[in-house]
């Protein structure tokens, strides 16, 4: 089994700098180890980076600046991965996306639909990043990929995004973790009936019950469909994940972030994973031993975001 690893060295898509970092602390962390540990093969595909891409100059804008910051550059990052991911998938290999900011979800996600027709999506966030640029309070991409991806904001209107076409529909996504949703996203999410799991249905079904519902949802058409997970850690508590641009408190605990990738590795359905939104130079150095006194080092939550990724290999407690 191999593994498929590409990193977004992008920050566009949100305000503070530092998550760019990610992919690279999350590699010198132990990230290749822990996956060799968990006997797969991985094939890196390096980083996408912002200083390698041209920015075309645009006549006319339709959004403003402030309503959809740095689109053009967003647009062509998503480019490339958009291609990396179907690359990876087409070769069968579990793919990894590293952000980066929440902004890459619509670059690897569009990615992998070219290669699993019905991929179900299932974005674990604080957040429900269903903005439009319309509603968006801050003009951050990383607030709109899902709007993005069911097509809310129209194709061909955004620069930078001219290859891109909408691909999911409003049964292809479950959102876990909601907690900081904006009031015009309450809306949307309302008006489209969007399968979403806040924080108060984590406790009130405990995160196993919500797992269930979630793959019950999947299966209506009673068939199985491949599984991604679009994994932002401000889904996480703060007191776990303090390493995040956007914290939200009363979130996702320890094991109850592992626990949803254990249930997903378990229906063997699961193809892809996003770990995005650490930022390194939000929280401190640590290292904690992992499986057999593998030591991952970097910050708390670069050490967290390793650890998820091997959940998400098949890593278990016993
Ligand atoms: C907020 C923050 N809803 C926005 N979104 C975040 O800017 O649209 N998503 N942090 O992860
Ligand atoms: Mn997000
Ligand atoms: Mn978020
Ligand atoms: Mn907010």
Known sequence: NTVGIVGVSVKEGQNLPGVELAPEKIRSGGLLEVIKSLNWDYSDKGDIKTENIQIQERPSKIYKFND??????????????HNTTSEIAELGQFCITLGGDHGCASGSISGLKKVYKDLKVIWIDAHSDCNTPETSPSGNYHGMPVAHLFGWIPDGSVPGFDWFKSCLQKEDIVIIGLRDVDKEEKTLLAKHGIKCFSMHDVVKYGIAGVMEKTFE????????????????????????????????????????????????????????????????????????????????????????????????LGDTLL
């Open 68 to 81: 959809f910051k740095n689109a053009d550059v967003i647009g062509a990052v998503n480019e490339k991965l």
């Open 217 to 312: 949802y999947f299966r209506k058409d009673g068939v199985d469909h491949p599984i991604h997970i679009s994994y932002d850690v401000d889904g996480i508590d703060p007191t776990v994940a303090y390493g995040t641009g956007t914290k939200a408190r009363g979130g996702l605990l320890y094991r109850e972030a592992h626990y949803i990738l254990r249930e997903v590795v378990s229906t063997g359905l699961f193809v892809s994973m996003d770990v995005v939104e650490v930022n390194p130079l939000l929280d401190k150095e640590k290292e904690y031993f992992h499986g057999d006194n593998k030591l991952i080092k970097g910050t708390e939550t670069v050490c967290l975001a390793i650890e998820l990724c091997a959940s998400a």
